[in-house]
């Protein structure tokens, strides 16, 4: 849950924290598929969990709520 202006036009961030953070991000969820991958090849729901937008932007809106900070959420539910 970011707000648009803060990337470029690609998409990419405009901060350089913010940029290695997505990076950390992506190398993490590769080391967990490698794990998954080391097993039966079979189970791979927390990899894609940790890649899916709209989960990572539910659990966000609702560690906000949890912790009391208003704000509001577009479209974290289809109708």
């Keep these: 849950m970011d707000a648009p ?4 036009d690609q998409g990419r ?4 924290d913010m ?3 997505l990076s950390d991000q992506k ?3 590769t080391a967990v598929r490698y794990h998954e991958n080391e097993g039966d ?5 927390l990899s894609e969990t940790l890649e899916d937008p ?7 809106a609702m560690s906000l709520y ?14």
């Design 19 to 21: 940029a290695q953070k």
């Design 41 to 45: 090849g079979n189970n791979h729901s």
């Design 66 to 79: 949890e912790s009391g900070k208003p704000g509001c959420g577009l479209n974290l539910h289809p109708r």
């Design 5 to 8: 202006w803060t990337y470029d």
């Design 13 to 16: 961030p405009n901060d350089a």
């Design 54 to 60: 709209k989960r990572q932007s539910l659990v966000a």
């Design 27 to 29: 190398d993490y969820i």
